[in-house]
Structure formats: C-alpha cells, structure tokens
C-alpha cells in the first residue's frame, strides 16, 4: 500500500507543481522520477516522450500510467494515472469558477506571462540536458562524442517539425524507420 501511495503522492505532486502539458512537465519528471527516486532511466523518459507523441493522450499521463504499470503492474498504473490527473480536475473546476473574475485584473495576466517565461527556460533547460545525452555516445574511454547519426536524424526531424505541417508522429515514426534502416546499413555501429 506504501508504495501506491508513493506512486500516487509522485505523480500527484508533479501534476500539481507544473503548469503547461507533457512538455513543461519534462523537468519535473525527469526531477522526480529519474533524479530523486531513481524509478526509470533518462533514456525511459525519452522513450516514453517519444511514444506518448506517437500514441493518443497527454505525454504526462502516459508516462504516469508506464512508470506505474512497471513499479506495481496494472494497480500501479491505474494510481498512478490517476495522481496525474487529479491535480488538473481539481485546479480546473477552481480556476473555471473564477477565471473570468480574475483575468480582468492585470496583475493576473502578468503573472501567467511570467509564468510561460519560466516554464520556456525549464524546458529549454531539460531539452539541452536530454540532447546532450541522447545526441553523443561514449568511447572506449568512456569520453562523449557526438553520434553523427542521431545529430543528423534529430537535424532533420527538426527542420520538418518547424518548417513544414507534417504531424509530429508521422516524423517520429521516419526517425525510427531511418534509425534502424542505418543501424542495419552501417551493421550496427554508428559513430
């Protein structure tokens, strides 16, 4: 029962402390879950970012229901979900009864510019740190070099989702294609 409360009570708390979706909720997860409590790996939560862009629902909630379901099974995922979503149906049923009373007010408005500056810096902040793992590979000497592969795959990934309308998954997806088919040319080492 403990642990299911620590799952909740996790989730629960990252639903509560983050403001934005799946993406703004990345530093904190990658804080809670990969950092603190050492539940999944850096390279899990690319993985489960990358999937939940590709499968239906909220990256966040996805990734609540994963780390779940591998600590406690279907339970663990079930309460897991579920202090995920808590925070927003709470926050939203407040916050739908006085929006309208408190938008009118400048302070207000103010506040939640503020509070998108903060949240872009964290997310660039948490997207330089997980490039910089994803993007290099180590040595026999256990020294990072960039993997031409990845830069080269994450580059042109880049350059569709910000200068064409092709949907995110759809990119995702040839990324994967263009992976394996180069591990597969190249024989499984890449460099």
Partial sequence: MSELW??????????ILTFGGGLTMLPMLKYELVEKRNWIT?????DCYAIGQCTPGIIAVNTATFVGYKKKGVIGGIVATLGMASPSILIITVVAMFLEAMMSYAVVQHAIMGIRGGVCA???NTIYALAKKSLTRKDQ?????????????CAVAFLLAFFTPIP????????????????????????
């Fill in 168 to 191: 995110t998954v759809v990119i995702i997806v040839f990324a994967a294609i263009a992976g394996v088919i180069i591990d597969r040319v190249a024989g499984g080492v890449t460099a």
């Fill in 141 to 153: 000497e256990g020294k990072l070099h960039p993997d031409k592969v990845c830069v080269a795959i």
């Fill in 42 to 46: 850096e390279d899990v939560l690319l």
């Fill in 122 to 124: 964290l997310m660039l």
């Fill in 6 to 15: 620590n799952l909740y009570a996790a989730f629960f708390r990252i639903g």
